[in-house]
C-alpha cells in the first residue's frame, strides 16, 4: 500500500515512534505519542541538505518503510524504519539528512560518547539515544545555562539509530538495516492475513489495506500506566485510549487476537475508580475521569464470546461481570435522581459530545443511557445465570424490566423517544438527534409497532447515500462538518446494524453495512464523514472507524 503520511502516520505495533507531514507546510516530523494528545508529540523537524544547500524532497511511504527522494530524481536517498518498538532505524546516502529538534526549555542533548548522543525530553520525561552506527555526523548545540540553544543534527553515508527510553539506556548490538526491515516485512504480513476474510471483493482491497495498517500501526507497547498492549484511537491526534472506542477496537480483535482484544477492556477495569466508573481516557502517564460513558462493555463482551470460546473462560467472565456491575451501581448511586432514569451530566458523557440533545442544558435523562441499561441488565442476568448466580440473575433481569417500564413512561410518546433536562426534568423539545433512535439496540423488547416506527423514521429522516446522519438531514441544527450534527460515526453505525439485523431488518442491516463499506473507499478511515459527500473528516486515521470496518467486512464476506 502507498501510505499518505498527512493522512495516516507512519509507525509499527508497539512503538511510540511516529512519522507525519503537516497538510498545510508539508513539513515532515519525527514524532512520539508518549503521554497522550495533551503533550507535545514533535521532536525532530526532518530536512534534506546536497551540496551545502537545503533541498526540496518527497516522501514515499509504505506499511513498512519510509523513503525520501530528493524533488525531481525518483532515487531514494533516506530509508526509515522501526525494527524494534523503540528503535528508529535511518539509513542515509548522498545527502545529509538534517534533524532539527523542536526543544523546550529544559530539553538537552549531549555527547556521551563519540557516535552517542543523549537527548533529554522533559516535557515528556522521556529520552532519546542517537547512535552513529556506521556513517558520518555532525552536531550543532549549543549549551546556553539550562540547555541548548538549539539543535541541529546532520547524518550522511551510513545507518543510524534514535532509540527511547525512560531512564537508563542499554546499550546492545543493532540489527543492520536490512535485517531489521525484513523483521518488520514479516511481522506486518502476519497482521495483515489475520485482518483480511478472505473472499474480499476487489474495490474493497484499498479500505482493508488502510484498516488492517492502521490499527496494527496504532498500537504501543506497556509502558507507565499501561501494564499491556494498547491500541490508540490514532497516532495522527487522538493518541490515547478512550472508553467506548477502545471496545470496538477489543470486538475487532475478539477472533484472532483474543488476549490484545480482552486487554483493551482490561485497561479500564484495572484503573477502574472505587466508586465504580471507568475512566474517560488512558495514556501511559495519565488516567482521566472528567467523562462517564454509558455501560457498553457488558454488550461488546457478549459478543466476543461468540467469536472465541477464550472469553467463556469463567474467570475472566466473573471479571467483567462483577466490574459491570460497579458501573451499574454507580450510576444507581451518583447519576439517578429518585423514580427516574440515569442521566448525563454534559453531551461528552455519551460519546455524542455536541449533539442537540444536549443544546438546552444539563443534567439530561436520554433514552440510549436507558436503553444501554436495559440492555447491560439483560445481558448481566444471562452472564449471572452462565455463572451459577441464580439469584443475581433474577435480580438484574427485574431490574431490566423495572426500567423498560420507566423509560416508556418518562421518555417515550406518540412522537417517539425524547429527552429530559435539568432537576426538574423538563421534556427537551429538540428530538432531530440520531441519538434518540438508539433505543433500537433493545428493539427484541418493543411490540414490532414501535420498532417499526423507528426504523421507518430512521430511513426517511436519517439514512443519505452513505449512512446515518447524526442529525436530520432537515433539522435547522444540522451542520456541514458539525461533529455529532450531521457527520456518520462509524460505532453509532455498527450498533445499528447489529440492532436492525438482530430484530429482523435484515434488509435495512445490511443496506447499511454495504453503504459504510462503499464510504471508507471515499472518506477513508477517518473519524468521522460528510454524510452527503462522503468526505472523511478531523483525525483521518481512526482506530474505531477501522476496526468497524473490518468488522462488517467480515460479516459481509461470511454472508451473514
Known amino acids: 500500500m502507498k501510505l499518505d503520511i498527512k493522512e495516516i502516520p507512519f509507525s509499527r505495533f508497539g512503538s511510540y515512534f511516529c512519522i507525519s507531514q503537516e497538510k498545510d507546510s508539508e513539513e515532515v516530523y519525527i514524532r512520539d505519542v508518549h503521554g497522550g494528545d495533551d503533550a507535545p508529540s514533535k521532536l525532530f523537524k526532518i530536512e534534506l541538505v546536497k ?38 532505524h535511518i539509513d542515509v546516502q548522498d545527502v545529509e539528512f538534517r534533524l532539527r529538534a523542536t526543544k523546550g526549555k529544559y530539553d538537552s542533548l549531549m555527547e556521551l560518547e563519540d557516535g552517542m548522543y543523549e537527548y ?52 546492545k548490538e543493532y540489527l543492520p538495516f536490512s535485517q ?36 496494527w500501526s496504532s498500537i504501543v507497547h506497556p509502558d507507565g500506566v499501561l501494564k499491556d498492549y494498547a491500541m490508540y484511537m490514532s497516532k495522527l491526534w487522538m493518541y490515547n485510549i478512550w472508553s467506548w472506542d477502545n471496545c470496538f477496537n477489543a470486538l475487532n480483535l475478539g477472533e484472532k487476537y483474543p ?11 484495572d484503573t477502574q475508580d472505587e466508586s465504580g466508573v471507568y ?66 451530566k454534559h453531551g461528552n458523557d455519551s460519546g455524542w459530545d455536541n449533539g ?115 442529525e436530520s438531514l432537515t433539522s435547522n441544527l444540522y451542520q456541514e462538518n458539525g461533529y455529532w450534527l450531521g457527520p456518520i460515526w462509524a460505532p453509532v453505525t455498527y450498533l445499528f446494524i447489529d440492532a436492525l439485523k438482530k430484530n429482523g431488518y435484515v434488509e435495512a442491516g445490511n443496506r447499511l453495512r454495504d453503504k459504510f463499506l462503499d464510504l471508507t473507499l471515499v472518506g477513508g478511515m477517518a473519524e468521522n464523514f460528510d454524510p452527503i459527500n462522503g468526505k472523511g473528516l478531523v483525525d483521518t486515521s481512526f482506530t474505531w472507524t477501522s476496526s468497524v470496518f473490518l468488522l462488517l467486512l467480515s460479516d459481509k464476506v461470511r454472508g451473514d
Open 51 to 88: 551540496d551545502g544547500v537545503e533541498r526540496e524532497f518527497e516522501v514515499q511511504a509504505s506499511e513498512v518503510s519510509l523513503t525520501f527522494c530528493l524533488k525531481d530524481d525518483p532515487e531514494p536517498v533516506v530509508e526509515m524504519i522501526i525494527s524494534e518498538e523503540d528503535e528508529l
Open 120 to 171: 533529554h525530553i522533559y516535557p515528556k520525561e522521556l529520552k532519546v539515544m542517537i547512535l552513529n552506527l556506521t556513517g558520518d555526523m555532525s552536531v550543532e548545540a549549543p549549551w546556553n545555562i539550562i540547555g541548548n540553544d538549539f539543535i541541529d543534527m546532520r547524518m550522511s553515508n551510513g545507518h543510524f539509530v534514535l532509540e527511547s527510553y525512560r531512564t537508563v539506556y542499554q546499550k
Open 180 to 215: 531489521g526491515k525484513e523483521q518488520v516485512e514479516r511481522l506486518y504480513k502476519e497482521w495483515f492475513q489475520s485482518m483480511n476474510p478472505g473472499k474480499t471483493e476487489a474495490k474493497y482491497l484499498p479500505s482493508l489495506e488502510k484498516a488492517a495498517y492502521i490499527t
Open 259 to 269: 488476549e490484545l482484544a480482552y486487554a483493551q477492556l482490561k485497561i479500564f477495569m
Open 279 to 344: 475512566p474517560d481516557f488512558v495514556n501511559d502517564k495519565f488516567i482521566s475521569y472528567n467523562c462517564i460513558k454509558p455501560p457498553v462493555f457488558a454488550y461488546i463482551y457478549e459478543q466476543l464470546m461468540e467469536k472465541n470460546d477464550y472469553f467463556k473462560v469463567e474467570q475472566r467472565l466473573r471479571t467483567v461481570y462483577e466490574s459491570t456491575k460497579k458501573v451499574m451501581n454507580y450510576f444507581d448511586d451518583y447519576r439517578t435522581y429518585q423514580g427516574r432514569l440515569p442521566h448525563y
Open 356 to 470: 442537540s440533545l444536549f443544546h438546552v442544558g444539563m443534567p439530561v435523562e436520554a433514552p440510549d443511557l436507558a436503553s444501554f441499561f436495559i440492555r447491560t441488565n439483560d445481558i448481566l442476568s444471562s452472564f449471572a445465570e452462565a455463572l451459577g448466580e441464580n439469584e443475581e440473575a433474577i435480580k438484574f433481569k427485574e431490574k431490566a424490566d423495572s426500567l423498560f417500564t420507566l423509560l416508556l413512561e418518562r421518555l417515550y410518546d406518540e412522537q417517539g423517544f425524547y429527552g429530559r433536562v435539568g432537576k426538574n426534568s423538563e421534556k427537551i423539545e429538540i428530538r432531530t438527534s440520531l441519538i434518540l433512535r438508539l433505543p433500537v439496540i433493545i428493539g427484541y423488547r418493543f411490540n414490532k409497532s414501535v420498532m417499526d416506527s423507528l426504523v421507518s423514521d430512521l430511513e426517511a429522516n436519517f439514512e443519505t447515500a452513505y449512512g446515518l446522519a447524526t
